[in-house]
């Protein structure tokens, strides 16, 4: 056989560069949503939580539930969500509303996201 007659094997230099590029940007869009993913996560869990309190003692007032809130951030260190939960009532029961948005900070443009959940304490 000649060595004009080999074939090629594995892929060209351009080809390692496509993938490496193509991986690296699954990489930084994946490290700016997996900290939001975990925030949201947490908030969630800090949701169920005053739920959980709630169902064993149920509180009297709003300010009962602000302040198991504002522990719940707290020790999640989340303080800079505090503005972001509303307690309102109807009637006997009490609505907790949490809504954020943040930017997906992306290598061509800023995506909104947004975070928005509820819960009724009755």
């Known amino acids: 056989m000649n060595s004009s007659q080999r074939k090629q094997r594995g892929a060209s230099a351009i080809a390692g560069i496509i993938i490496i590029a193509i991986f690296g940007a699954g990489i930084y869009i994946g490290l700016q949503f997996i900290p939001q993913y975990i925030e949201a996560g947490t908030v969630d869990s800090i949701l169920d939580n005053i739920e959980k309190a709630h169902r064993k003692s149920p509180v009297s007032n709003a300010d009962d539930i602000r302040s198991l809130i504002n522990k719940q951030l707290n ?48």
């Open 75 to 122: 020790i999640n260190d989340l303080n800079e969500l505090k503005n972001n939960f509303q307690v309102t009532q109807d009637g006997k029961a009490y609505i907790v509303k949490v809504s954020y948005e943040w930017k997906l900070n992306l290598i061509y443009e800023q995506k909104p996201m947004m975070y928005e959940k509820a819960i009724i304490l009755d």
